[in-house]
């Protein structure tokens, strides 16, 4: 499984006065429910929270990020730093996470699946399983670590294998894509090399391809 978390949707520039101990202000045009997480960033740092409450106020709403209220994860500690303070240029937008794994698709083959959390009112969420790609036989992914300090990846794991998350510069992600129909007489008997493991297709007579792409984290590589 890979877990990818990012910022979506439009973002939402600060107004003023920005940001308190327990808030920061926006557009009350923002369509963001009591729940959400929620990053606020000016480029040189980032703060995630949970909206607990909306605070109108002519034209501009204060979005709290109070501990407690029953919310979940909730915030701790609900008053902000003088260092996560915001200024003009500062944005806020949803934060997001999407999981890719390997299920079982409509059709009953193996297919990519994306999977998300959303919510469905100011209380509740859900998650939303999408079907991405049918025939896809297996997801695999190991990890560039840098553990010389040089900048760049000097060795390739799996994820059991890292201790230290913060070493990890790059992803390497690969896929095994077969045909939906098998084709001629002649059975597939190739292994394929997946990464740092074997894959037996059971010698039915579909076609086959690996594809693979390596991706560098943001804010990892010089």
């Keep these: 499984m890979l877990i990818v978390r990012s910022i979506s949707g439009p973002a939402n520039t600060m107004l ?93 083959r193996p297919s990519l699946f994306q999977l998300r959390l959303q919510w469905v009112d100011a209380t509740t969420s859900e998650f939303d399983a999408e079907e991405l790609v049918t025939g896809v036989d297996t997801l695999q992914i190991r990890y560039g670590l840098d553990t010389d300090n040089s900048g760049a990846p000097n060795t390739w794991i799996s994820a059991d294998g890292v201790g230290d998350w913060a070493d990890v510069l790059s992803a390497e992600i690969t896929l095994l894509v077969r045909a939906d129909e098998e084709y001629g007489s002649e059975p597939d008997t190739v292994v394929y090399s997946l990464v740092d493991m074997q894959f037996d297709p059971v010698d039915d007579r579909r076609l086959r391809q690996i594809y693979s792409t390596t991706i560098g984290m943001r804010n990892r590589l010089p």
Aim: net charge negative.
């Design 16 to 108: 003023a006065p920005f940001s308190s101990a327990t808030g920061i202000f926006v557009p009350n045009t923002h369509g963001y429910l009591e729940g959400e997480i929620l990053v606020a960033t000016d480029c040189q740092k980032a703060s995630i929270f949970q909206l607990t409450d909306i605070n109108p106020g002519g034209g501009v709403d204060e979005l709290v990020h109070a501990a407690g209220g029953g919310f979940d994860p909730g915030n701790d500690p609900s008053a902000w730093g003088p260092d996560q303070g915001y200024g003009l240029g500062a944005q806020v937008a949803r934060l997001e996470t999407h999981a890719f794994y390997i299920g079982q698709g409509a059709n009953g």
